[in-house]
């Protein structure tokens, strides 16, 4: 059983960034690939970013590449989604998620492969 506490959202200005965290409980974060996924009103959850168990391997949609930027700090148990030039439609609530024994393989883009989920935290980008 993991539990997941985001954190970091916030309301800015279009351009401007915001630095999310995710905090897991228990001792076994690094058996977990871990994920950021965002849903905006009325739309379906969409996967943003992922990152292997090591932080060896990352991935991320096509709408944030080369703005978003995940890590992970497993001594920290913390994954982290560092989000520059942000624009109106990256509003969302952005959610972390657990994937236990992840690989660097194509379910990390799936919601349904991820064990544990975070509450989420919102993230509103102004005009």
């Known amino acids: 059983q993991v539990q997941l506490a985001e954190s970091g959202g916030g309301l800015v200005q279009a351009g401007g960034s915001l630095r999310l965290s995710c905090a897991a409980s228990g001792r076994t974060f690094s058996n977990y690939a871990m994920g950021w996924f965002r849903q905006a009103p009325g739309k379906e959850r969409e996967f943003v970013a992922a990152i292997t168990r090591s932080g060896a391997n990352t991935d991320y949609a096509d709408s944030v590449k080369g703005r978003f930027t995940i890590a992970r700090d497993n001594a920290k148990n913390t994954v982290y989604l560092q989000m520059n030039s942000l624009k109106p439609e990256d509003t969302a609530v952005y959610c972390c998620?657990?994937?236990?024994?992840?690989?660097?393989?194509?379910?990390?883009?799936?919601?349904?492969?991820?064990?544990?989920w975070g509450q989420g935290t919102q993230v509103t980008v102004s005009s």
């Open positions: 998620a657990a994937y236990k024994w992840g690989q660097y393989n194509r379910r990390i883009y799936y919601e349904n492969s991820y064990d544990y």
